[in-house]
């Protein structure tokens, strides 16, 4: 089964976040990038789907500039992908999600395919709409918030169930599709020194992004703001639990008007 | 002229979800704009009278039951027709799994610029500005949607449901979906709904309350469960209780879990670490309760309460309980 995976370079979650001089994006200067939550569990999915269909290989794509896109890449190698192509964003510093899938869909149209796995959505601006677009770009079905994919040899078709808003889905669908990946279900595997240090001489292929059509739609970023700080709760005063349980109450239907 | 702003109908249990009420509340609130309302799938044709309730006098419907069982992509040709003949320029649905899907695909399909997660949005000339979280609400950003047509998915619960305001409401009836033959299409084969008693689905939920280390022991958990079905709520947890195998890893909040949003957020017993913290920040009103009146979850929360979860949770249940007449 030949399975492709995309990722997206991320700040680390550790990282402090702050906006770029002119104000309108993240500053990415003095950050670590790394792959999202959901990134991990899409490789973790396609190696364990490699290790259950004899004869596969994953394929990892990411669109991004230098130097963060080929590091994420290489930590991709490390944990078990088998070939890596960077599709360079050259001097194009921000992109949307739709742009991202607009510059990918090209690449992955002309490697085989027959399953292109993705995060649900980026650790970052969390749009959760590549995996949409690209499958409407290749004229695929396309499923979100998927966990536990497995193929099933006897009818030639992917099993799935996905997390959606009022419960759980269970799915069949035939080759090739493009599915996203709910984060923390899979406990992704991390990568063994010795694959590391491999994967720094790994060969990453790299193609130039096709440029943005002059006629598309565009997105253009105004704003990155971090929220004014927290002050701190307001605590409640009280001599006994019950006191403290009335406060709180009148507090929430009087004050923050939450109660139900 | 005035825009014309298409909302994808979504439906649950026959009915316009919540979401989508929101969604015809935004798109009313724009002076001057026209709404039209849009459901795909089986039921779609009395469903669609339901945007008539909220005063949108006109909706498409293509109702046909094999679409429940079909990839969203089946329904996009419905969506840009409906798009096209009622000379939209924005198109706004509920930001679900089912409605992000629907905006990724028209965005090609339409040629639109696209959001998700917004959570304010302004139509001006030549586009639409939207602010939405990133981050985990750990920051925002804000976009300008530039072209003819944008695309965009709510954040759930950011927008408050509209008045009633009935109007007749006409509705015109797609053609056929073309959907291929089974055997060479994907199909959902089955659904697992919530039970009933385990609260609305986590992400979905208007309030939610969570557990953390603090509860000490499996069994202990109960008291969160109670102060939640009091409240109409769902139930979290921090990752020390799912890593402990108290509860199953779909119940965590944080990072590594689930990222909610709700309109009150009590966390019970939890300290507060930043992998916990990114994944419920974004709630309106956070309440924490805890002994520890150091716990970093005070720095982020509204309202709290120090003391023994022990002796609180069981009153503030009764008083939940009290105050809302059950």
Redesign the interface.
Known sequence: MEIVVCVKPV?D??TR?RPAPEGT??DPEAVKFVLS?YDESAVEQALLLKESVPGSKVHVVAFGPAPRTEEVLRAAVALGCDQATWVDAGAERWA???RA??ALAPVLGGLPHDLILCGKQAG??????????L???LS??????VVDLRWDPGSSRFRFQ?????????????AP?VVGLQ???NDPRTAKLPAILKSRKATIARVAAAPRSAS????????????PP?T?????D?R???E???K??R???EE?K??? | MTPTVLVVGELQGGHLASGSLEAIGVARSWSGATVVGVVTGGGSRAAAEEFGRFGVAEAYALDDPRLDSAPAAARVAALKHAAEVSGASVLLAAGTTFGRELVGRMAVAWEAAAATGVTELTMEPGGVRVRRPVFGGRATETLRLEGPRATIALRPHAFALPAEAPVPCSVREIGPAELPPAERTAQRTGVTVAPAGSGPGLTDASIVVSGGRGVRAPENFRLVEELAAALGAAVGASRAVTDAGWRPTSFQVGQTGRAVSPQLYIAVGISGAIQHIVGMISSRVIVAINSDASAPIFRVADYGIVGDLFQIVPALTAEVRRARGL
């Open positions: 700040p979650a550790e976040l994006t993240l939550g949307d999600p739709i899938a607009r970052d601006d969390e749009g959760g709409l590549v995996a949409a677009a499958g409407e770009l695929l079905p396309d499923f979100g918030a996905r997390a959606v808003e009022t419960g759980q889905e269970s799915w069949t669908a035939p599709c984060q923390a279900w598309s739609p565009t997105v253009v970023p105004e704003r990155f703001e971090l929220p927290r701190g709760a307001k605590m409640i009280y006994t639990p019950e403290a349980a009335q709180l109450v507090i929430l239907r923050a939450v109660f139900p």
